[in-house]
């Protein structure tokens, strides 16, 4: 019952944006998988619900100790969960993506490189045909671009280039991430203008960021748009 629970008021926080019902949900979600046996199928499943929760919570009042958790719940999500199951790249870029959190808070390089690694691992066991795939790269770029721009390593900027050119390559026109993609890699782009003096990345950066621009103004006023080179 409190699994069920749980989810549902998960669901209507995000309708309502209620804290009493985050909070709610947080507490069932928590009892839950305390009574779930470790071998049980479902607790995977629980976990990461779990995790994406306190996550939310995390967001929205900055306690370290939420994001410590839902740390916590997401590794036990992937542990919980073969190799070969569908969820596993999913649970492991939630994971990535909370400890990259956690880096931007405590500049610990050891989240940053793990954030790193999990990302890695989550666009390896996802197979092409994953449409989820697509935000897993997006998700190691710039994980990949925040740890160049900490240590000024040039293969982290080359690799997050080359990610986002995957992402890109997979991602439908019309696609409502594509946009951000797009803004990414012109972006990477200018940096590694920035690093070889090349003008043909600048071009390249440019010709891109026009491209991101146009995206982003369909479906909203045009003045809401701007060029991310500005």
Do not use: C
Request: hydrophobic residues 45%; proline residues 5%.
């Amino acid at each position: 019952f409190q699994a069920v629970l749980g989810t549902v008021l998960r669901i209507r926080y995000e309708w309502t944006g209620s804290r009493i019902d985050l909070d709610d949900a947080i507490t069932a979600g928590r009892g839950a998988v305390a009574r779930m046996a470790e071998s049980q199928p479902e607790r995977a499943r629980h976990l990461s619900i779990l995790a994406s929760a306190l996550r939310s919570r995390f967001e929205a009042i900055a306690d370290m100790d939420d994001l410590n958790d839902a740390i916590w719940a997401a590794r036990g999500a992937v542990a919980a969960t073969p190799f070969n199951h569908p969820d596993y790249p999913m649970y492991l870029a939630n994971l990535g993506n909370a400890i990259r959190s956690r880096f931007q808070l405590s500049g610990q390089p050891v989240d940053l490189d793990e954030a790193v690694q999990v990302g890695q691992e989550a666009v390896n066991r996802a197979p092409a045909s994953n449409p989820e795939r697509i935000k897993y790269l997006s998700g190691l770029s710039h994980t990949l671009a925040i740890r160049f721009a900490l240590v000024g390593d040039t293969r982290d900027l080359e690799q997050a280039i080359a990610v986002t050119q995957t992402a890109l390559d997979t991602t439908p026109t019309g696609h409502p991430i594509r946009p951000g993609i797009l803004s990414n890699f012109a972006i990477g782009l200018y940096h590694r203008f920035e690093q070889s003096g090349s003008l043909a990345d600048l071009d390249a950066a440019l010709n891109v960021d026009r491209e991101a621009l146009i995206a982003a103004v369909k479906g909203k006023p045009v003045h809401q748009a701007r060029s991310i080179l500005e």
